[in-house]
């Protein structure tokens, strides 16, 4: 193997690496907030039985009546997707990038089609994943009667198979959200902290990042979330056994937005917010330091 090609494989293997560690420590800390985020966003308004009167009560019931571990349901398929996941979210957006470098695209606007171009690949690795958390996060049922994320999958495949309308479902609403996010994600980072000169002092430089990471993940979440809402709404269990509301992505935003309102398309934020604010500055530090470790030791 020439020392191009090993040199290109480390340089790949570094951005696996680091953007699979990023995204399995962003999932352990922030996935409670995912899980108060989903049950936000399937319930349909005060005529729902089940629907949580706000954030504390949604906590404190989740707590009663599931206990600490109902805050963990549909943890396991993101931890599975996660490494991968994160993976190929790091390492795609630096290979368009660097393909990009050879447009005519300014270096700003590069950076934003380099993360749409990583979230609509990202979409389409992490969505029956997605179908499966979901449908796990949505069951209110004992952690220890609910069915465990392999025999939910099972379920899901048995039902209505691998396509768009089982283990695929909601795939047009996935890469909306993922590629919005990331688009927005990845070129406010980059774009901002070029702009803001770096510090001598550690502590301050980590703190320059951290805050434009939080930023970047608390604007991207607040564009995104009618994506969110639509992709709970379809891969989550429907109003009516046996009777398909959700279709389509855009059918389920007019229909959310008909019968709730608009508001309704930002069902979840809060806690969206509370998880990919800091998650997201979590992500891009883990990313950076990370990656900075491998390139000086191996």
Known sequence: MTDKKKSLLREATHQIVAGGS???????????????????????????????????????????????????????????????????????????????????????LALSVAGLGSGLTEALVVNPFEVVKVNLQANRDSFRVQPSTFAQARAIVNADGFGLHGLNKGLTSTLGRHGVFNMIYFGFYFNVKDAIPASQDPRLEFMRKFAIGLLSGTISSCVNIPFDVAKSRIQGPQPVAGEIKYRSCFQTMALVYHEEGCLALYKGLIPKIMRLGPGGAVMLLVYEYVSGWLQQNW
């Open 22 to 108: 990023a995204g399995l420590v962003e999932i352990c800390l922030m996935h409670p907030l995912d899980v108060v985020k989903t049950r936000f966003q399937i319930q349909r308004g005060a005529s729902d039985p089940n629907s949580y009167k706000g954030l504390g009560d949604c906590f404190r019931t989740i707590f009663r009546n599931e206990s600490v571990f109902g805050f963990y349901k549909g943890i396991l398929p993101p931890i599975l997707a996660e490494t991968p996941k994160r993976a190929v979210k790091f390492f795609t957006f630096e290979q368009y990038k660097k393909v990009l470098s050879f447009t005519a695209l300014s270096p700003g």
